[in-house]
């Protein structure tokens, strides 16, 4: 078994070529404008959305293959866990509490891309990532690994975003 800073590691250079089981799994959804267009907002610290959203994916993509769940749904919802079109920092109150609403914003924005109603699974990873500052807890295992997996990411990606400035000074 992979460690989890190695598989963090890898997630920062996903390609076609780099990846490829992985990349198949989520080809269509990494390639839309949708999708890339996360790379335009700020998700923690300077780290853009986009490159959050991808190594929360290949994590619970990594996680779910290693225990025989299904990896490839929690590959694709992991991607479009965090699919709303705002930057969270901005004092707008048409978005806030941002914690607690954007899983929802999620969830309608990934079926309009899906061209229609999500499944089951796909519809809980995405709705339950925020557990347990939303209440209701995710339902499916494949729910909980994402939910890890987007914690695991945020702390790393807030750890290297110190380092980085702490190196500059
Ligand atoms: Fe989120
Ligand atoms: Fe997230």
Excluded at 34 to 61: C, G, K, M, N
Excluded at 137 to 157: G, L, M, W
Aim: with cysteine; net charge positive.
């Amino acid at each position: 078994m992979k460690k989890l800073g190695f598989i963090y590691d890898e997630s920062l250079n996903i390609s076609e070529k780099t990846t490829p089981e992985y990349y198949e799994c989520v080809k269509d959804l990494l390639e839309s404008e949708e999708v890339q267009s996360l790379a335009t907002f700020p998700q923690h610290d300077f780290i853009d959305r986009l490159r959050h959203v991808v190594s929360v994916s290949y994590i619970s993509y990594c996680l779910c293959k290693e225990r025989s769940l299904d990896y490839r749904t929690a590959a694709r919802a992991g991607l479009l866990h965090d699919l709303y079109y705002y930057d969270w920092h901005e004092n707008d109150w048409s978005h806030r509490p941002h914690g607690y609403r954007h899983p929802g914003f999620a969830v309608k924005n990934a079926a309009e891309l899906c061209g229609g109603e999500l499944d089951k699974l796909t519809f809980n990873i995405i709705k339950r990532h925020m557990w347990p500052l939303t209440v209701i807890p995710p339902k499916y295992k494949e729910s909980y690994i994402v939910c890890f997996a987007d914690k695991y990411c945020a702390r790393k990606e807030y750890q290297a975003c110190k380092e980085q400035k702490r190196t500059k000074k």
